[in-house]
């Protein structure tokens, strides 16, 4: 029969793709934890002390900045799911009254269109303890007040975190935008004739539906703060000290110091340990909930 | 539990629904609009300390209005500022971030919408499980792959080349953007890819002539996508870029991070601004297209 | 010439196995209608035809090309979709033109077919306008011009006519009708529709669970159905069938014990007294009043009654059962629920089954 070019081209156009993926993705992946198990320094040296292997987990372990990292992580992470809260009391709201919705939902959303890198600048200058918006308070006469939060490592934390709820509000409040629009309409008209407070509709009745939405919003969460690092390099550059290091922050560092490969490799590993755990259990509960949708759909 | 008593037995209620949404209406405005305020703080004080002369800075009122509108700083940012080691403003940054933004997209778009309409249209074995892979790598975080990727840039003979940095833009965008694509795709009546199949049976001319004219809507919200995710984007092109190849974002970032001596805050914001007006352009005037990629990105990311 | 030939098909979708050695024959020029209940396999068996899917058995000829394994393209077909398929960022021209871009045929020859289909189907001012822009009506013919533009050897059409209304469908049927005339090529056409099966076909195959239950021209399709499938299936209303015990001479019993004269009825082998039967009895056929060589006459109450205008049909109570019987509005139009009525049935429209196999006798 010969070859039949109908069958194999489709296959040669998902080559490159294949090899893509194949390349950087899977045997890139596999190359890093390879090299976490060495102990490669300047270059790789791919020879594995089997009487050790996790070497250089141990050290990253024990090492004071990725503790700090791995601590900051979750006080982000706990801080950005404020986002998610604003982002649907703001949905909420525009969804309500419905009045003015184009020009809030473009308020809200542009500081996702921004480098975050400019995002770091525009707060850094806010945060300016001599220039910013302590000054402007202290003018006011509130000299009580104090925003010299980036100057400070038991702080600085916060101000990262209202940086980036600033930016990730918006995008948060259009998923829940459309999540609450995809609610059908019938659903208000009933719960109004039971005579139930709005507030309990919401609560009982909405955001359990939106359950969705929500695991969307969590997965979205948990990715953006374990790849956050634009923004630190911005604002706070790690500082002061190392109060303000992240895993991605300090894995780049690691990797960009030189002479420690192996250790930059397990840190990038750790990196990924922490998503898949992370995410696993989101994703599937995702996919679990979109089947069920579905099945109760018909 | 509730404060509405239930009316009588008998008598047919209506809540007075003017007072009580009028009044509700308000207070959410309120609160919208304080919130809008919030949102706009940052770029309003971007904005006015970046036609202020240093000397109104230092009096440290923030929210002021400049005195005198200057373009000083905003020209200086563009043409002088330093970054680094070089001073030449940022006008060189924008002309790498151009240079490697159109490599980009031309790549990342064609690779993946040709990968999503095969996986989505043609029936090929293993295209689920590639799905599923494609699914995974989206999550993937990019440090674990970063070494590797410079390893075989470096043998590519492209790294800190604007190549090097447009191809990890194609290979790190590719994976969600071929899910968008073949969602996209899938949608397509089946019969309409069963017609053309036996009128023409090429893979690339019923691509070409019938598919890509019916996919308008999904390439402008992924060209938006790109344009400011790779616009916006830091870490790969201060990773793959070296010293020839830097972005915009990486020229600002080394400007306001490594002045030395007195910081000229009106410079950096102009600078700060210079970065961010394109994406903000693309938003205002596209805003719509923006908001449909984000929804496209995030429910199948 | 291009005889359309299916031998030993064997379809399956994983384990489940959807057609089941399946064979079949259809002659140039014939208008081959596949007719059964929905899942039975018909848009699969065109699917196969057609290339769109892969056979996992069998071997499907065109004239004497085994085209088994050949593109889609390549097998010298047309067909018309049930969505008509229009590519909609295409203009009409445009939709027929990529019909025939795999041809290379010259350009002149390309302006001269598509000018041809236009004239054929009259859509010669449609020619620049999009699929959007039609009526259905109007992309029903364009979907058919771009099948005809292609000479195809073979014309496929799946369930070209149901997205229509009643009215554009009865033209629609007639128009294709017509075209087969003039132009005679061959069809394989898939309905659900029994009215489009008979007035159009040159041969009806009636399919069911993946197996053909009978393939011939549509009267001997109505009136010699095969099987209980067949005889049942055919015919709007459907065909009663009553139980039957065959008995010496010639003669049945049917189960209320009434007579039923067989001896009309060309056997192909007369069954032996004791034998279980189905008597199968069109309702049109049934006479209120009428001539006296009757195989059973009853006198039955009427159960129910429906007027459509042209005919009456009369719900019959036979024992449990429920007879029906067509009349004419003129014979019955006295008749109210609860009245007794005469009906007999003639002794050379009898359908006899046997009970077992459901073969006809
Ligand atoms: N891709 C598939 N995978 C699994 N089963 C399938 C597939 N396509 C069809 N089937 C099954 O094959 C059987 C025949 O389907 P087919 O579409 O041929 O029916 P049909 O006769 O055209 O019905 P209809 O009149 O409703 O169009 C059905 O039971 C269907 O469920
Ligand atoms: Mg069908």
Redesign the interface.
């Known amino acids: 029969m010969g070859i039949r070019w ?1 069958r194999l ?3 040669l ?2 080559a ?3 090899a ?2 194949a ?7 596999g ?3 390879l ?1 976490s198990l060495t102990s490669s320094r300047r270059l ?1 040296d791919y020879t594995i002390d089997w009487s050790d292997p996790l070497r250089q987990y141990r050290r990253l372990f024990a090492d004071l900045g990725w503790n700090i990292a791995l601590s900051n992580l979750i006080i982000l992470a706990i801080g950005s799911a404020l986002a998610i809260v604003f982002g649907f009391v ?1 949905a909420a ?2 969804e ?2 419905r ?2 919705e184009d ?17 770091g ?6 945060f ?1 303890p ?4 302590e ?2 308070f202290h ?1 006011l006469g509130m000299t009580w007040v104090s925003f010299n939060w980036l100057a400070d490592g038991r702080t600085a934390m916060y101000a990262i975190i209202l940086a980036s709820v ?1 930016q990730s509000s ?2 948060y409040m ?2 829940m935008l ?1 999540g609450l629009k995809a609610i059908n309409v019938e659903i208000w008209s009933a719960a109004r004739m039971d ?3 709005l507030w ?1 509709v919401y609560l009982e009745i909405i955001i359990p539906m939106m359950k969705f939405t929500f695991l ?1 919003c969590a ?2 969460l948990s ?1 953006g703060v ?2 956050a ?2 923004i630190i ?2 604002m706070t ?1 790690g500082g002061p000290g190392q109060s303000t290091w992240l895993p ?1 922050y300090f ?2 560092k690691a ?1 960009s110091a030189k002479g420690n ?1 192996a250790f ?2 397990a ?3 750790m ?2 340990a922490i ?1 898949v755990v992370v ?1 696993l259990p989101l ?1 599937l509960l995702t996919a679990w909930q979109q089947r069920a949708r579905k099945g109760a759909a018909g | 539990m ?3 008593s ?1 009316p009588p037995a008998g008598t047919v209620m209506f809540p007075r629904p003017k007072k009580r949404i009028r009044g ?2 308000i207070a ?2 309120v ?2 609009t304080m ?2 305020l ?6 309003y ?2 904005v006015t ?1 970046s036609f202020k002369t240093m000397d109104q ?2 009096e ?4 002021s209005l400049p005195e005198v509108w200057t373009f000083e700083a905003w020209r200086y940012a563009w043409d002088e500022a330093c970054s680094g080691i070089t001073c030449e403003g940022l006008k060189r940054g924008f002309v790498n971030s151009l240079e490697i933004l159109f490599p980009s997209l031309i790549a990342s778009i064609a ?2 919408a ?2 999503g ?3 989505a249209l ?1 029936s ?1 074995r293993w295209a689920g499980g ?1 799905l599923f ?2 699914f995974l ?1 989206a ?11 410079i ?2 840039t470096v043998n590519m003979g492209i790294y800190g080349s604007i190549w090097a940095v447009a191809f990890i833009h ?2 790190l965008a ?2 969600v953007l ?1 899910l968008i694509f073949r969602n996209y795709y899938k949608d397509i ?1 089946p ?2 890819i ?12 019923i691509f070409i ?2 598919i890509l ?2 996919s308008g809507n999904i390439l402008i919200v992924v060209l938006i996508m790109q344009i ?1 995710s790779i ?5 790969i092109g201060v ?1 793959f870029g070296g010293l020839g190849a830097q972005p915009m ?1 990486v020229n ?2 080394n400007m ?2 490594v002045t030395t001596g007195t910081v000229s ?1 009106n410079v ?2 102009a ?3 210079q ?2 007006i394109p ?2 352009v ?3 005037v596209l ?1 719509k297209f ?2 449909e990629g ?2 496209a990105g ?2 199948k ?1 | 010439m291009p005889r359309v030939s299916f031998e030993h098909i064997v379809k399956k979708f994983g384990e489940v196995m959807v057609l089941n050695s399946l064979n079949l024959a259809v002659d140039d020029g014939d208008f081959l209608v596949l007719l059964g209940p929905s899942g039975c396999g018909k848009t699969t068996l065109l ?1 196969l035809l ?3 899917s892969d056979v996992t058995s069998g071997r499907i000829m065109i004239g004497n090309r085994d085209v088994t394994e050949l ?4 097998r010298r ?3 018309v ?10 203009t009409v021209r445009g939709n027929l033109r ?5 041809s290379k045929l010259p350009q002149e020859e390309i302006e001269k077919r598509i000018a041809w289909a236009a004239d054929m189907l009259q859509i010669g001012p449609l020619m620049d306008r999009r699929p959007a822009q039609l009526s259905g009506g109007q992309r029903q013919r364009v979907a058919i011009g ?1 099948a005809l533009v ?1 000479h195809a050897d073979v014309l496929l059409f799946d369930e070209p006519l149901s997205n229509l209304d009643a009215k554009l469908r009865t033209e629609m049927r007639m128009e294709i009708k017509k075209l087969h005339e003039e132009l005679n090529p061959t069809v394989v056409y898939v309905t659900h529709d029994q009215i489009e099966a008979m007035t159009m076909a040159t041969r009806i195959a009636i399919m069911n669970g993946g197996k053909i239950e009978q393939f011939g021209t549509p009267d001997d399709v109505y009136e010699r159905p095969a099987n209980l499938f067949v005889a049942g299936f055919i015919g709007s209303p459907s065909m009663n069938l009553l139980p039957a015990t065959v008995e010496p001479g010639g003669q049945a019993r049917l189960a209320d014990g009434s007579p039923l004269d067989m001896s009309a009825y060309a056997f192909g082998a007369v069954p032996p007294p004791g034998t279980a039967l189905m008597a199968g009895l069109r309702p049109e056929h049934f006479a209120l009043a009428g001539p006296a060589e009757a195989a059973c006459r009853f006198t039955l109450k009427v159960r129910h009654i429906e007027r459509t205008g042209s005919d009456v049909m009369l719900a019959l109570a036979f024992g449990e059962a429920t007879l029906t019987v067509r009349a004419a509005p003129a014979d019955a139009g006295h008749l109210r629920t609860g009245d007794p009525v005469s009906v007999q049935f003639p002794k050379d429209r009898l359908n006899l089954f046997d009970a077992g196999s459901g073969r006809r006798i």
């Open positions: 109908s081209t489709p296959q156009a998902l490159p793709a294949v893509l993926t390349i950087a993705f899977i045997g890139s992946i190359w890093t934890i090299l790789p703001l709201m525009i309500r009254e009045r003015g020009f809030f939902r473009t308020v809200f959303l542009y500081p996702l269109a921004i480098s975050l890198i400019v995002t600048v525009a707060w850094r200058w806010i300016n001599s220039l910013g918006i000054s402007f003018s600033w918006g995008f259009a998923l459309a005579g139930v407070a309990r969307t997965i979205l990715l374990i790849k690092y634009d390099v911005a550059n991605a894995t780049i990797m490969l930059a490799s840190a990038a590993a990196m990924l998503t995410f994703v | 509730t404060e509405t239930s509700r209406s959410i405005l609160f919208l919130a809008a919030f949102f706009c703080i940052p770029l004080v971007l300390t800075i230092r440290g009122a923030i929210f690779i993946s040709v990968t309409y095969a996986l043609w090929v590639f892979l494609l790598c999550f993937v975080p990019f440090q674990i792959i970063m070494y590797p990727l390893v075989i194609t290979v590719m994976p071929t009546p019969d309409i069963k017609a053309a199949v036996m009128d023409n049976g090429s893979f690339w001319r002539e019938i004219p019916m400011t616009w916006n984007d830091y870490l990773t974002t600002l970032a306001v991070t805050y950096n914001m600078a700060a601004l970065t961010a994406p903000l693309i938003y205002f805003g923006f908001v984000i929804a995030a429910v990311g | 699917n057609a290339g769109l593109d889609p393209k390549d077909l047309a067909m979709f049930q969505s008509y398929a229009l590519y909609p960022t295409k990529f019909g025939l871009s795999a771009r292609k």
